[in-house]
């Protein structure tokens, strides 16, 4: 069954073409935190922080609930098909995953917060899926907008890699990469499970706590 999906990212040439503009309208605001969704101007003394752990869906509403979160959004990063249609991701020829883009204030809830959540959440040693979601879109990374990010999530991605180790549950494939460009995902998967409250959740106690 797994065989039948790509499992490895498309290189640049092998990658559909695209277009050169996002080809559909996005809500003003978010239907939760009532924010705007699109955040690429992000107002002063907020950061962003951007993760792919599986289903768009259930990550964010995980971190939409977050004291400190001004807005979330979801979409796609990491690939080389710009301003893909999520069929186009789905099929594994965009090189995109799934991703969760979320706008906080660090004075109130730190990144460091924010990355222990993304490994308590989701399973960061199944490459290319996630529980019964096979996929390029489905795995695992984070996604850094600022240096300071990039010494926080290599330390904890560190200390959780050596909590597996201990309890020999396996190797992080978590990817650290400076984020790249992220697409917005059609107005229909923002803010999906507040429109569909009893849609697909995979996310809850799949984690391993973050050591103490």
């Given amino acids: 069954m797994f065989g039948r999906k790509p499992l490895v990212v498309p290189t640049p040439d092998q990658a559909l073409p695209g277009r050169a503009e ?26 962003v922080a951007i993760f792919g752990l599986g289903c768009f869906w259930g990550a964010e509403e995980i971190y939409w609930a977050k004291p400190g979160v ?31 883009r979320i706008v906080f204030d660090p004075a109130v809830i730190s990144y460091a917060d924010l990355v222990k959540t993304f490994f308590e959440v989701h399973d960061p040693t199944q490459g290319m899926r996630q529980g019964n979601d ?53 107005d229909g998967h923002q803010q999906y499970l507040a429109k569909h409250p009893h849609g697909y959740r995979c996310h809850a106690n799949t984690g391993v706590a973050f050591p103490a």
């Fill in 22 to 47: 996002r080809w559909f309208t996005l809500a003003d605001r978010h239907l939760v935190l009532n924010a705007p969704v699109v955040t690429d101007e992000v107002p002063e003394g907020l950061e």
């Fill in 70 to 100: 001004w807005s979330t959004s979801v979409g796609y990063i990491g690939g080389s098909t710009p301003n893909p249609s999520y069929e186009e991701v789905c099929s594994g020829r965009t090189g995109h995953t799934e991703a969760v």
């Fill in 134 to 186: 096979v996929g390029t879109q489905y795995r695992s990374g984070i996604y850094t907008t600022t240096p300071a990010q990039v010494a926080t999530a290599t330390e904890l991605t560190r200390q959780y890699g050596d909590e597996l180790a201990r309890r020999e549950i396996g190797s992080i494939t978590t990817e650290i990469v400076e984020a790249p460009e992220y697409f917005y995902a059609e």
